[in-house]
């Protein structure tokens, strides 16, 4: 069954960090939609790679709208968490227990969200003293999976299990 998939994205997000999920997951049936602050801009990589147009605004959405929420990497997360319209939205995410699929620093929402605390997580190496600060258990592993509720990896190098294991949530969501 197809499933809507929200990103949560925004200038300098890390390249492949969207792409690659946001691929296999649409080869597999469902729907990508991307969520930034306004509906219609571009949204441009840090690596220059790729470019994405912006389905709806932080404004025209509900996390009820959605069976699961991608935080991709890059400066992206850092950038969108300063807006609390997007660290309420993944607040209320993680509230109604569907998935999650966070990246390299796509955490740093959920550090903002205050959803981290007791939770099984990993993330790139710059943002792992901040993790273990908000009270998640850090694993410096490829991909860490919680509750069958969230998916994290570390870095562009952890993508194939990364998209393996949010591919296997969202059957089973």
């Known amino acids: ?4 998939i929200a990103v949560l994205i925004t200038d300098e997000f890390e390249d492949s960090e969207f792409t690659s999920p946001a691929d296999a997951f649409i080869k597999a049936g469902h729907q990508v939609i991307t969520i930034e602050k306004k509906a219609g801009v571009t949204v441009k990589g840090k690596q220059g790679k790729a470019e994405v147009k912006i389905d709806k605004s932080i404004d025209d959405v509900k996390p009820g709208d959605f069976d699961a929420l991608l935080l991709p990497g890059g400066h992206s997360p850092d950038s969108l968490r300063g807006d609390d319209r997007f660290v309420d939205f993944t607040k ?3 509230a109604l227990g569907k998935p999650i699929f966070a990246i390299c620093h796509g955490p740093q929402l959920l550090i903002s969200a205050d959803a981290v605390r007791g939770r099984k ?4 190496k710059a943002i ?3 993790l273990k600060n908000a009270g998640a258990d850090f694993y410096d592993k490829e991909v860490v999976v919680d509750n069958d509720t969230l998916v994290s990896s ?3 190098e952890d ?4 998209n393996r294991e949010s591919l296997r949530l969202l059957e089973t969501a």
């Open 92 to 94: 209320q995410f993680v």
């Open 128 to 130: 792992a003293i901040d």
């Open 1 to 4: 069954m197809s499933k809507k």
């Open 159 to 162: 993508l194939p299990a990364f």
């Open 121 to 124: 997580m990993t993330s790139v």
């Open 154 to 156: 570390r870095t562009p």
